[in-house]
């Protein structure tokens, strides 16, 4: 830290007291891990380890049994949820990272051509800069507005004979911006181009039907808006989609084979599945299902717009994204002038309790486009257990940091 940065630290500290002698705590950093969960997930993960114990699929006594029942139920229900056309096309990985690197990997051949949205996090842009590097693949990257939304209307010019897909994230990481998927779906059918989705930051948050929707494949996290357990997640793929498998090895299936087998999901679900993650995701997932996607988003919603309308009007302070609830996500990027997004998100958590993520969030190219690619941006980001007294606190620090400016 600068010297300038500890004297600045100082004076806040005199004129600050916490209330009560202690300060609250408040999680606003749900778009990197959502937080707390549910009371079942804990419940859901606890029975797995004690009462089940056991691998799915890799015995035909009681409770293997009920450990492929469990896994089976959060497939299913994640199929419900994503509008799959079966829950076999429902892939379990470990995070939306692998299921991103399984759908690349596995769809672009040597000297294939994509096409990649603007505002995409590094489980995306590091994927195809590797795809380049092995096997010569190029890509053309969609403009975008400064506000992170897509100029869609450009995406034909950027089209080829060797094109292959479109990827693109569902919603920005960083600026909270939502994309048009429902419109790529039909420009990708109607080029006869596939369409992969990236839904870390909407899957559980905003509705999805891959089917209407057009997406052919679709990543997905468990431990997001999803609400379930770190090391979850998953890959939709349409039917009739060949996509080669990323990982090889022992599935509990035809295992007298060579070769995986051809069947889904067995064909990418290679070695042993998180059967505690899964079980509490299958939890998670009753919670969600029973609320209603469109509920969850409407309480976020409205914890987005109290926000935008209660953050005070500086010139200091710098906002970024659309800055409307119809079109963002319940994220909220900013920076304060004067002070580095590291130094703003230490003080909202040293003084205020206020947890906050500061920096590049993994996501550069959505930073190139906001203009924030130097420092990086302070951001937000708001769950279903988050309150407007919460956003409260949020605000009380940004305010004390501005006055002290």
Same mark, same amino acid.
């Given at each position: 830290?600068?010297?300038?940065?500890?004297?600045?630290?100082?004076?806040?500290?005199?004129?600050?007291?916490?209330?009560?002698?202690?300060?609250?705590?408040?999680?606003?950093?749900?778009?990197?891990?959502?937080?707390?969960?549910?009371?079942?997930?804990?419940?859901?993960?606890?029975?797995?380890?004690?009462?089940?114990?056991?691998?799915?699929?890799?015995?035909?006594?009681?409770?293997?049994?009920?450990?492929?029942?469990?896994?089976?139920?959060?497939?299913?229900?994640?199929?419900?949820?994503?509008?799959?056309?079966?829950?076999?096309? #429902? #892939?379990?990985?470990?995070?939306?990272?692998?299921?991103?690197?399984?759908?690349?990997?596995?769809?672009?051949?040597?000297?294939?051509?994509? #096409?990649?949205?603007?505002?995409?996090?590094?489980?995306?842009?590091?994927?195809?800069?590797?795809?380049?590097?092995?096997?010569?693949?190029?890509?053309?990257?969609?403009?975008?507005?400064?506000?992170?939304?897509?100029?869609?209307?450009?995406?034909?010019?950027?089209?080829?004979?060797?094109?292959?897909?479109?990827?693109?994230?569902?919603?920005? %990481?960083?600026?909270?911006?939502?994309?048009?998927?429902?419109?790529?779906?039909?420009?990708?059918?109607?080029?006869?181009?596939?369409?992969?989705?990236?839904?870390?930051?909407?899957?559980?948050?905003?509705?999805?039907?891959?089917?209407?929707?057009?997406?052919?494949?679709?990543?997905?996290?468990?431990?997001?808006?999803?609400?379930?357990?770190?090391?979850?997640?998953?890959?939709?793929?349409?039917?009739?989609?060949?996509?080669?498998?990323?990982?090889?090895?022992?599935?509990?299936?035809?295992?007298?084979? &060579?070769?995986? &087998?051809?069947?889904?999901?067995?064909?990418?679900?290679?070695?042993?599945?998180?059967?505690?993650?899964?079980?509490?995701?299958?939890?998670?997932?009753?919670?969600?299902?029973?609320?209603?996607?469109?509920?969850?988003?409407?309480?976020?919603?409205?914890?987005?717009?109290?926000?935008?309308? %209660?953050? &005070?009007?500086?010139?200091?302070?710098?906002?970024?994204?659309?800055?409307?609830?119809?079109?963002?996500?319940?994220?909220?990027?900013?920076?304060?002038?004067?002070?580095?997004?590291?130094?703003?998100?230490?003080?909202?958590?040293?003084?205020?309790?206020?947890?906050?993520?500061?920096?590049?969030?993994?996501?550069?190219?959505?930073?190139?486009?906001?203009?924030?690619?130097?420092?990086?941006?302070?951001?937000?980001?708001?769950?279903?257990?988050?309150?407007?007294?919460?956003?409260?606190?949020?605000?009380?620090?940004?305010?004390?940091?501005?006055?002290?400016?």
């Amino acid at each position: 830290m600068t010297q300038g940065f500890v004297d600045f630290c100082r004076r806040m500290m005199r004129g600050f007291r916490y209330q009560g002698g202690s300060k609250v705590s408040v999680y606003l950093d749900n778009a990197a891990t959502s937080h707390t969960k549910p009371e079942p997930v804990y419940r859901a993960v606890e029975n797995y380890l004690q009462e089940v114990g056991v691998s799915a699929g890799r015995g035909s006594y009681r409770q293997a049994q009920q450990a492929e029942d469990i896994i089976w139920s959060a497939r299913t229900n994640l199929a419900q949820l994503l509008g799959a056309e079966k829950p076999d096309r #429902i #892939i379990f990985t470990s995070c939306a990272t692998d299921a991103v690197n399984l759908a690349l990997f596995g769809l672009l051949g040597r000297w294939d051509h994509a #096409i990649v949205g603007g505002m995409e996090h590094n489980s995306v842009w590091r994927t195809m800069h590797e795809l380049r590097r092995r096997r010569g693949v190029r890509f053309s990257v969609i403009p975008h507005a400064e506000d992170g939304s897509m100029r869609i209307e450009q995406i034909p010019r950027l089209i080829r004979r060797n094109t292959r897909l479109i990827v693109s994230t569902h919603a920005s %990481n960083v600026a909270g911006t939502v994309m048009p998927v429902a419109r790529l779906g039909q420009l990708a059918a109607e080029y006869n181009l596939l369409l992969v989705v990236d839904a870390a930051q909407t899957a559980g948050c905003l509705p999805i039907d891959v089917q209407k929707m057009g997406i052919d494949l679709l990543a997905f996290t468990g431990h997001k808006g999803l609400m379930g357990p770190q090391g979850t997640g998953g890959l939709y793929i349409r039917e009739g989609i060949d996509v080669h498998p990323l990982l090889y090895g022992g599935t509990g299936t035809q295992s007298a084979w &060579p070769h995986q &087998p051809r069947a889904l999901p067995h064909r990418f679900e290679a070695g042993t599945l998180n059967g505690p993650g899964i079980a509490g995701l299958g939890a998670a997932l009753e919670f969600i299902l029973q609320r209603g996607v469109k509920s969850i988003r409407e309480h976020e919603g409205q914890l987005l717009d109290y926000t935008l309308r %209660n953050l &005070p009007d500086s010139q200091k302070l710098s906002l970024y994204g659309p800055g409307t609830v119809d079109r963002q996500v319940a994220i909220v990027s900013f920076n304060i002038e004067a002070t580095t997004p590291e130094e703003v998100s230490y003080l909202l958590d040293e003084m205020f309790g206020v947890m906050t993520r500061a920096g590049l969030h993994c996501s550069p190219c959505a930073h190139r486009v906001l203009g924030t690619s130097d420092w990086g941006a302070v951001r937000a980001s708001f769950g279903f257990f988050n309150t407007t007294e919460d956003v409260d606190a949020l605000i009380e620090g940004i305010e004390t940091i501005l006055d002290e400016i």
